[in-house]
């Protein structure tokens, strides 16, 4: 029915066509332990301060410490 050739290029076709969607689909893959272990880290880095606000404008906000 299919010469050799013939069956060589459509097996390198569906070959082609299932790493394609094998390397698409593990690059959608997401990732949770990253986020969480970055949500944590935020949080130890973030800092606090009082602060009494003197003035704002439009790009700016003029703040003094407590």
């Known amino acids: 029915m299919f010469n050799t050739e013939c069956k060589k290029t ?3 076709m569906i070959l ?3 790493l394609i969607t094998v390397t698409l689909l593990s690059g959608c893959q997401k990732n949770t332990t990253n986020s969480a272990n970055l ?3 935020q949080e ?3 800092v606090y301060f009082d ?3 003197l003035e704002v404008k439009k790009k700016s906000i003029k703040v003094k410490c407590s």
Do not use: D, G, P
Request: without cysteine; proline residues 0%.
């Open 10 to 12: 459509v097996s390198k």
């Open 16 to 18: 082609s066509f299932i």
């Open 39 to 41: 949500n944590s880290n």
């Open 44 to 46: 130890k880095e973030q």
């Open 51 to 53: 602060a009494t606000v």
